[in-house]
């Protein structure tokens, strides 16, 4: 008996050593130390031994039943201890690792030009208001005293949507102008807008032209307003925009919005007048078309023009963008090619 149950225990101590899980670990256990275990069967047996054996095999089984859960116990905290390491291992973090850098969108050139221009005319008590861009001829060109054969409202020039709406047409606008008679409509002077957006004309595209453009439009009514105003305004804003030392130059034109029109030039920034690529050799750059709104607009918006004055600017958003940025072509600004963007 003795040397059966030394055999057990030299086969249970290869057997626990073998088990590399719980699982096998407790079928171990139930081998040998369950209910129909072979330790649990000898201890049934003992009523054959007779009664002087009885307490020596006792012993000696319940020593190796204490023994094989020893190792039992030994075994299973040197799994889980595995296990636990291998757990670690893998939730482990490695700190050197260089981080995954997250594609941070940036703000298109146009936008930021614009952001800047705002910026500007809000500090100086402007706000911004924004209009359709499919627009009645009404606002786009008759109310801003266009007459019916100007060659801007000519199918070359303008695209017409639909005709005799309303008994109007309809038209993409072509400036942002018509919002100076919506504002004007819907507010009493004084008045002190910016209007950017974007506005349509039927060209081909090319270096410098394209069938959408952004402008930005300015409108100032309010009683003795003058044109000194709008210099004084404008000499302003190009300072802020492009340096101190920028000045201004006012050239006669014709706009039949405004009486007196004017273009307003600005020094070239790049070369402080000097003649440069920026400003092909002339020292200026056209800005902005400008003027005294005309009384008859005016007066079409309910607006006594004897009481108020006011004055509008038109400027053109690509091209300011393209000239600060060096930018050669226009296409650039509306392809979104993210290779060209992400450089500014
Ligand atoms: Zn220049």
Request: charged share 30%; proline share 5%; net charge neutral.
């Amino acid at each position: 008996m003795k040397s059966k149950l030394e055999s057990i225990k030299g086969k249970a101590v290869r057997e626990v050593k073998a088990c590399t899980d719980l699982k096998e670990l407790d079928n171990f256990r139930i081998k040998y130390l369950g209910k129909k275990g072979e330790l649990t069967a000898i201890l049934r047996s003992m009523g054959e031994l007779s009664p002087g054996e009885r307490p020596v095999v006792g012993k000696l089984v319940n020593e190796l039943k204490d023994y094989i859960e020893d190792v039992l116990a030994k075994q299973k905290e040197m799994i889980e201890k595995t296990a636990r390491e291998e757990r670690l291992k893998k939730e482990s973090l490695d700190v050197t690792v260089p981080g995954r850098k997250p594609l941070r969108g940036k703000r298109h050139p146009l936008t930021k030009t614009l952001d800047e221009i705002k910026e500007i005319f809000l500090g100086l008590g402007f706000s911004v208001v924004e209009g359709p861009e499919i627009e009645y001829a009404y606002y786009n060109f008759t109310a801003l005293n266009i007459p019916e054969e100007h060659p801007a409202r000519d199918l070359q020039d303008t695209f017409y949507i639909s005709s005799a709406v309303e008994n109007d047409d309809i038209v993409l606008r072509t400036q942002t102008s018509p919002m100076q008679i919506r504002t004007m409509e819907r507010q009493k002077p004084p008045i002190r807008v910016i209007v950017p957006g974007k506005v349509y004309r039927s060209d081909d595209v090319d270096a410098t032209h394209s069938p959408v453009f952004h402008q930005i439009e300015g409108l100032v009514v309010d009683k003795g307003i003058t044109l000194g105003d709008l210099k004084g305004t404008f000499d302003l804003f190009v300072k802020q925009l492009y340096g101190e030392d920028v000045v201004t130059k006012f050239r006669p034109h014709h706009f039949p919005f405004t009486e007196p029109s004017a273009e307003i030039d600005v020094m070239c920034y790049m070369c402080k007048g000097e003649g440069c690529r920026v400003c092909k050799g002339s020292g200026w750059i056209e800005l902005s078309g400008a003027g005294m709104v005309h009384p008859r607009v005016l007066e079409r918006c309910g607006i006594d023009s004897r009481e108020y004055t006011g004055w509008a600017f038109g400027m053109g958003l690509d091209r300011i963008t393209t000239r600060k940025y060096g930018i050669e072509d226009l296409r650039l600004l509306f392809e979104n090619d993210i290779r060209f963007l992400r450089q500014f």
